[in-house]
């Protein structure tokens, strides 16, 4: 969803009270063996106070667990990836944009700008990326690459501009093709105590930290459904069931936090069974900041949270370099629950999403190998479910994904300069697989150089470093296993007995001399053996 500007933390404060946090934090720890083995304990606990129908995280949790997020890919190119890349490279789930029907805007500049889609103006799935029938073929072949698939479901609100839909639906605010009528709506003044301002006809919000008016009063002017109600929950619970139906997995749950939990709960109550026999994931899009009711605490209930939180912790640490006051990836020997985020079995984390590169609060694609290098550390590091964005360059906050005139979006072609495939990046699409393989692993083995060098071990199952230094490093490392020639899987790939990159050997006493490029990682884990001794 897009959030008003005026939603987003100082970057620069941010950092430096992180980093002072981290600081205090890790003095306080007796030592990083502590800190690793409660990390640890944190991430192997299912929660016991998941709502009836709700999985917080899925049954294989730290297996096959990384969902890639193809955020506005077309729904042919995600069933491609899906086949080509996700399958092979060991992704447990894809998210994917609202299907539904939407807001088509064919003015004025920017024509057709990304956030349409999260207006909905009907539950029909002729949308920006494509057909019903195109959907249901994306999620059939998903699945048999062995990728889920989870939709990003926009439940709390209509569009609130607009009298045409992609699918043809003529409109009015408040009036939606049969589907709802005014009566379905919040209304200021019975309902949202926030009168009219300039430029709007209908009550918004003005004060974010205040629960009425945050649950029942018009996000940028968007309808908000009455979802107290029954016939509301009853029809946002067909639309999330018809997916479900057609194998979706479970859903991203778009502007949660201006929904109440009880209506939450209500709604999920509703949900049928996957066709994997379980109740679906649900991640839930609770921005921090907010008071008491308005806490991602508050929504631990109800499903997962998007972890906000990891991501702000992770750019002060890697933005450092370029962006001081900042702190050191060094820091990161004390990340997770113990440096203030959520627990480590309710959080979907990530580096970026659509919103937080955009409002420059997380790292994004322009910064480049840091960027990466970030997403690479996610991926081995034992903290929540990881999500890896892949997305569309971007010069104004606003632009629509590569699109033909009518603003359907149009097949992902990587390596051209519009598409940022990071999931297919030689480190990270590898790094998927080295979580696989070291799984609840706890981290042991750390190492850092007191600059912006540091190295682990999951276990005696993987090791990686991470250099986010201007130089390569040259060390010994104790990686924690044993004896023999690994594939260095960041710059080549294990196949057929060989590696197609340098390879990194490890003597009797599980150490290795190891060159780490500059802003660059080196990673390997026990499938990874070119050679035993």
């Given amino acids: ?125 002729t949308s920006r990326m494509g057909t019903e029938a195109q959907f249901k073929t994306m999620v059939s072949t998903c699945r048999h690459a062995g990728v889920k698939v989870y939709v990003d479901a926009v439940i709390n609100h209509m ?66 459904l009455r979802t107290e109600t029954t016939y509301v929950r009853d029809t946002i619970a067909a639309y999330l069931n018809k997916l479900i139906g057609y194998g979706v997995s479970g859903f991203r749950v778009d502007a949660a936090k201006h929904i109440p939990v009880e209506d939450l709960a209500a709604i999920e109550a509703r949900l049928h069974r996957t066709v994997d026999g379980t109740r679906p994931y649900v991640a839930l899009e609770v921005f921090p900041g907010g008071p008491g009711k308005l806490s991602p605490f508050a929504f631990q209930g109800q499903g997962s949270l998007l972890g906000f939180d990891y991501a702000y912790q992770i750019h002060d640490a890697f933005k450092s370099y370029t962006d001081p006051p900042g702190g050191s990836i060094t820091d990161l020997e004390v990340f997770g629950t113990q440096s203030g985020l959520l627990p480590s079995n309710k959080e979907l984390v990530f580096v970026e999403n659509h919103d937080t590169e955009r409002n420059g609060s997380t790292l994004s694609y322009k910064d480049g190998a840091t960027n990466t290098i970030a997403t690479e550390f996610m991926l081995a590091w034992p903290h929540g479910r990881p999500a890896v964005y892949a997305s569309f360059a971007w010069t104004n906050s606003d632009d629509s994904p590569p699109s ?49 060098l540091i190295a682990f071990s999951r276990g005696h199952r993987g090791w990686i470093a991470v250099n986010h230094e201007a130089t390569a490093q040259t060390h010994t490392f104790t990686t924690g296993l044993p004896h023999g ?45 070119v050679r035993g001794h």
Avoid at 8 to 15: D, K, L, M, V, Y
Avoid at 18 to 29: D, E, H, K, P, V
Avoid at 497 to 504: D, E, Q, S
């Fill in 159 to 224: 569009t609130g501009q607009g009298d045409v839909s992609y699918g043809g639906v003529h409109y009015t605010k408040y009036s939606y093709a049969g589907l709802y009528s005014p009566a379905n709506f919040h209304k200021y003044p019975t309902d949202c105590p926030v009168p009219p301002g300039p430029g709007s006809q209908n009550g918004e919000i003005k004060d974010f930290n205040n629960y009425r008016q945050v649950t029942t009063c018009e996000l940028v002017s968007l309808s908000d």
């Fill in 404 to 452: 033909n005139p009518q603003g359907f979006i149009t097949d992902t072609t990587c390596g051209n300069g519009q598409w940022i495939c990071t999931d297919r990046v030689n480190g990270v699409a590898n790094m998927v697989g080295w979580h696989n393989v070291v799984g609840d692993a706890p981290v042991a083995n750390w190492y850092d150089d007191s600059v912006n």
């Fill in 1 to 125: 969803m897009r959030y008003p500007h005026r939603l987003t933390t100082s970057a620069a404060t941010r950092s430096r009270s992180a980093s002072r946090r981290r600081r205090l934090i890790g003095a306080l720890l007796a030592s990083a063996t502590v800190a690793a083995a409660s990390l640890t304990a944190f991430a192997m606990t299912e929660s016991a106070h998941a709502a009836p129908g709700v999985a917080s995280r899925p049954d294989d949790a730290h297996s096959h667990d990384v969902i890639a997020n193809l955020w506005e890919w077309n729904w042919n190119s995600v069933a491609r990836e899906c086949t080509a890349v996700l399958g092979p490279k060991g992704y447990g789930g894809v998210q994917v944009a609202p299907p539904q029907d939407s807001l088509s805007r064919s003015g004025p500049s920017p024509v057709h700008p990304w956030w349409e889609v999260y207006q909905p103006v009907s539950y029909h799935l």
């Fill in 485 to 529: 020639t690994y594939c260095d899987i960041i710059h080549g790939t294990a196949a057929h007995g060989g590696c197609t990159g340098p390879t990194v050997t490890v003597n009797s006493h599980g150490k290795a001399t190891v060159t780490v490029p500059a802003q660059d990682a080196v990673a390997f884990d026990a499938g990874d053996l």
